[in-house]
């Protein structure tokens, strides 16, 4: 076979090379390290590596503003974040909703989400409630005395949470003593030193100690049991109550159609791997693969869906 004639293979397989293990790709994380933001970054470019998709993977954080600080840069300085994905989830939306910051995702290039992680209730190992319907009572008879912890602050996604808990247990919003946190490590702490009876928070945050036998879940919002954990949904114990905290990867704004495409396609391949099923399992997340218009039309149902929660809730949004 000629030169000329073996041209058209030698580029596919140029090209195929270059997309398959030449890319040194950053992420840019609106959080701080330990966060869910942060583990989801970080293993998402670690097991990239790892199966070929990547050739190097770097991490930025750049915590402030909710969330804001980092999706601001992203937007007003995108020249040096072309070969940047930017980790988000639901408290993109609920605190853009809350005015907390002022840019949304169309602000933005949604690439893909890839996990899903769903919300618990914990308390202690040793803690006498052993049901939500416990802790339910316990709220509804002196909620002053029984206040529930959150892994984040007011108005966020573990707030909303246990607001909805409360609301499909016939309680008023108002009863609630709500104790915010700042990230995980600093709720359970909290929760171990009895400053309140329950922690809401996403089920990764919790979910070491858990394993180790420090807590005990008492409740999650997944419709069905997740796999591999023997956790009652909040469902089958009489609570309608179903809610995913989606985490995925943006762009920056006007990013090519093309490098769009190529990082969804990379992202699919990290979802469809064994090495990323194993990762999904450590931390009990969900596959969630959404991309281009299904992405866009989840996301903006999901905006609209918290929007009437929130205001059921009394909050103002924007």
């Known amino acids: 076979m000629s030169v000329l004639k073996r041209l058209p293979w030698l580029v596919f397989f140029l ?22 933001w942060d583990t989801t970054a970080r293993e998402t470019g670690a097991t990239m590596q790892t199966i070929g998709l990547v050739d190097g993977v ?3 954080n750049l915590s402030g503003g909710g969330g804001g600080r ?9 020249p040096k974040y072309s070969e940047t994905l930017m980790v988000q989830s639901t408290p993109l939306i609920l605190r853009s909703l809350t005015g907390v ?3 949304d995702f169309r602000d933005i290039t949604p690439i893909a989400t890839v996990i899903a992680e769903y919300q618990v209730v914990a308390v202690k190992a040793d803690s006498p409630i052993q049901s939500v319907s416990q802790l339910a009572d316990l709220i509804r008879d002196h909620a002053a005395k029984n206040p529930i912890i959150g892994g984040s602050s007011k108005e966020s996604l573990d707030h909303i949470t246990a607001a909805l808990l409360l609301k499909s247990a016939g309680i008023g919003i108002d009863q609630m003593r709500y104790v915010p946190s700042d990230g995980g ?9 009895e400053v309140g009876v329950a922690l809401v928070t996403g089920l990764g945050e919790v979910i070491n100690d858990y394993k180790s036998g420090k807590l005990r879940l008492l409740g999650v ?18 609570y309608d109550l179903v809610f995913a905290n989606w985490r995925g990867f943006f762009g920056t704004p006007g990013m090519p159609a093309q490098d769009v495409a190529q990082y969804a396609d990379m992202l699919e391949k990290l979802s469809q791997s064994d090495q ?7 931390y009990g997340w969900s596959n969630f693969y959404h991309r281009g218009d299904a992405m866009q039309r989840f996301l903006e149902n999901q905006e609209k869906d918290i929007r009437e929660v ?3 809730l009394g909050v103002k949004v924007r």
């Open 310 to 312: 929130l205001l059921s």
């Open 15 to 36: 090209g195929f090379s270059l997309f398959a293990g030449a890319k040194e790709l950053a992420f840019l994380i609106p959080g701080g390290e330990g966060g869910g």
């Open 58 to 60: 770097s991490f930025t």
């Open 276 to 282: 990323w099923k194993q990762v999904r399992s450590k």
């Open 221 to 238: 919002t997944s419709d069905e049991r997740l796999e591999g954990f023997d956790i009652p949904t909040m469902k089958e114990q009489g």
């Open 70 to 78: 980092a999706l601001d840069d992203l937007v007003r300085n995108a």
């Open 185 to 193: 490590g600093d709720a359970l702490e909290k929760l171990y030193k």
């Open 101 to 103: 910051i002022d840019k």
